[in-house]
């Protein structure tokens, strides 16, 4: 999997808020790091997972 992310972007429901993450796309997949400690770096995630991913935040599945 390519790890050379572009495109960063935060997402529009962040609105003003710090505590957030961050979106790149890479070759194969997309990559998330932390909007206030980027100098930390990032993973990265195939296609299908981040799919998964979003599906479960859609539905609730991490809801407390």
């Known amino acids: 999997m390519s790890t050379t992310p ?3 972007h935060k997402s529009s429901r962040s609105g ?3 505590s957030c993450v961050e979106v790149g796309r890479t070759a194969d997949g997309t ?3 932390d909007t206030k400690n980027r100098s930390a ?3 990265t995630t195939t296609p299908a997972q981040w799919t998964a ?3 479960a935040v859609k539905t609730g599945r991490y809801d407390a």
């Open 6 to 8: 572009y495109g960063w």
């Open 16 to 18: 003003k808020q710090t």
């Open 31 to 33: 990559a998330v790091r």
């Open 41 to 43: 770096g990032y993973f």
């Open 53 to 55: 991913f979003l599906g």
